[in-house]
């Protein structure tokens, strides 16, 4: 791996927020040209996505530019993971086509992991906009008063998750070291089955050496940009993604009382209803999903309170 940092963009069907994408890199990248490398991976789009790839390609002429295009659409998680699988550097960061980045945070990222060189993960601050609403809902995802190196990866994981899990989950927020990731998609090769496989791959690779959160905001997260997860999607998540990824986490050392209480979470009062209407809409998927979902729940209960 001579080169730092492969820069990779899955996309698909998203050719106007490629393009805009690829205007923030060609700036953002100037006199770091040759410690990069950028990958795409079209997941076999039918608008005009290759057609902005071969525009931009010329403008990253000092840098090693390459695009992939899937032969067919092979899933969101699935793409994701071969941007990883992608990356022959020492360090991959797979930004979404729609994310605004600040200009300053590739600059920030590449000096970060040159002075910190024992780092297996960073973590980019993000503000949070629900554009449905236009509200503002997080100023700062995770809360940082000092900037500082974490050797004990796992504890600072576990408050994050306490705090807001789902800044775990934005993957463009997420900076890994290539084998640490890479180890992370071999020890649960179905997590590209998963939608909050992405909590899992962060988790893991804070195992594999030090953490950096940053202070300062270097992005935002667009919830709500291009769709909302439709309601079948969403209970899928919920009852079945999430607690899988938590069952994974106490599997590679994660504290087992604190996973135990989140999948706990998940299961209040109010669900009975989500429940049954989950039933009235979908009855064979919710038994297949419920089944074991109210097993690991009364597990869970179990453990906690004999613990």
């Not at 002075?115 to 601050?125: F, G, I, K, S, T």
Request: overall charge positive; hydrophobic content about 40%.
């Amino acid at each position: 791996m001579h080169k730092l940092l492969t820069i990779s963009i899955p996309t698909f069907n998203r050719a106007s927020f490629l393009d805009k994408q690829l205007t923030w890199l060609a700036e953002a990248i100037k006199g770091y040209e040759h410690e990069c490398e950028i990958f795409i991976s079209d997941n076999c789009s039918t608008d005009n996505t290759q057609e902005i790839i071969t525009k931009w390609q010329p403008n990253f002429n000092q840098t090693t530019f390459k695009s992939h295009r899937n032969k067919t659409n092979i899933g969101v998680m699935p793409n994701i993971a071969h941007c990883f699988q992608s990356a022959n550097t020492k360090y991959v960061w797979v930004i979404g086509d729609d994310d605004p980045i600040q200009i300053r945070a590739l600059s920030y990222v590449i000096n970060t992991i040159k002075q910190n060189p024992d780092l297996a993960l960073l973590m980019l601050n993000f503000s949070w906009f629900y554009v449905p609403t236009g509200k503002l809902v997080y100023e700062r995802c995770f809360t940082i008063d000092h900037e500082q190196i974490y050797l004990d990866g796992k504890k600072i994981i576990e408050q994050c998750l306490q705090e807001n899990f789902s800044g775990l989950a934005f993957m463009t927020a997420q900076i890994y070291r290539t084998t640490a990731v890479k180890k992370a998609l071999q020890e649960w090769n179905t997590s590209i089955d998963n939608r909050e496989a992405q909590i899992y791959w962060t988790a893991f690779c804070a195992t594999q050496g030090s953490v950096k959160i940053t202070k300062d905001v270097y992005l935002q997260y667009d919830c709500g940009m291009n769709s909302i997860p439709e309601s079948k999607l969403w209970f899928k998540i919920r009852y079945a993604d999430l607690p899988a990824v938590y069952i994974k986490l106490m599997k590679i050392g994660y504290n087992q009382a604190f996973c135990q209480q989140l999948i706990l979470e998940h299961f209040t009062d109010k669900n009975w209803r989500v429940i049954f209407g989950a039933f009235r809409r979908w009855p064979i998927m919710t038994t297949n999903i419920l089944i074991p979902y109210f097993i690991l729940v009364a597990i869970s209960r179990w453990k906690l309170r004999t613990a």
